[in-house]
């Protein structure tokens, strides 16, 4: 089993609508958590950075964390054709180099 | 600016040829990294380094070689004993390890024809 799980894609939504990018983890050690957006042929963009348990709002993107559950998610409101992307969620454990990356979630806003 | 500048963006390699790809940063960061991305496997830890003069290998090291004799510096060789180095390559940052939060560069893309 991958530390971390991320469904691939891709996800077609059309414009306007909430999106809903998630990841699973095993390591309850993780206590870093980001998203990453990456366009074709770049380097990742952070999104949102969340330490710890709960939510974090930034604009249109919210990142949730569920430690219980080992998951969190992105929420992406009012999805534009500019969001279309891969997302990778990624996680670290505090005083360590380590970061594990999800594979990413390709996503597609329709116009 | 402040930023991570990564050099050539592509890159064309015969077989047998060693190359080296250039990450530099003027965001006085203490650690750099090197990831491979490849479709559908995510980012993998080829060499990291949390010093100068300090370097550690990642999950996937073989076939490369780094150096960091600067902090803003940190090239990676991808050498001919590489078997598989079609990729995209990317160059990392963070300010220190109790903040977790991980910069990029925009990637090298590296093709052996």
């Known amino acids: 089993q991958k530390e971390v799980e991320q469904d691939p894609g891709p996800l077609s939504v059309p414009e306007g609508a909430i999106v809903s990018l998630n990841c699973t983890y095993s390591?309850?050690?993780?206590?870093?958590f980001m998203w990453y957006r990456q366009y074709s042929r770049k380097g990742p963009e952070l999104l949102m950075y969340?330490?710890?348990?709960g939510n974090k709002e930034d604009g249109r993107f919210t990142a949730q964390v569920d430690k219980s559950s080992k998951y969190i998610s992105l929420f992406i409101r009012d999805s534009q054709p500019s969001d279309s992307a891969t997302y990778l969620c990624?996680?670290?454990?505090?005083?360590?180099?380590?970061?594990?990356f999800g594979t990413g979630t390709r996503l597609k806003v329709l116009a | 600016d402040g930023g991570i500048t990564q050099s050539p963006k592509y890159l064309f390699r015969k077989e047998g040829q060693n190359v080296t790809l250039s990450c530099e940063q003027n965001?006085?960061?203490?650690?750099m990294y090197w990831y491979r991305q490849d479709p559908g496997q995510g980012l993998r830890l080829i060499y990291y380094?949390?010093?100068?003069?300090?370097?550690q290998k990642g999950d996937i090291a073989e076939g490369y070689s780094v150096s960091r004799e600067k902090k803003e510096s940190f090239p990676l060789t991808v050498t001919s004993a590489q078997k598989n180095p079609t990729a995209f390559y990317l160059c990392?940052?963070?300010?220190?390890?109790?903040?977790?939060?991980?910069?990029f560069g925009e990637g090298s893309r590296l093709t052996v024809l």
């Open positions: 990392a940052t963070y300010r220190d390890v109790n903040t977790g939060e991980l910069f």
């Open positions: 990624a996680m670290s454990v505090t005083g360590t180099y380590k970061y594990i």
């Open positions: 390591n309850s050690a993780f206590q870093y």
């Open positions: 965001l006085n960061h203490d650690a």
């Open positions: 380094s949390q010093i100068v003069n300090d370097f």
């Open positions: 969340t330490y710890s348990s």
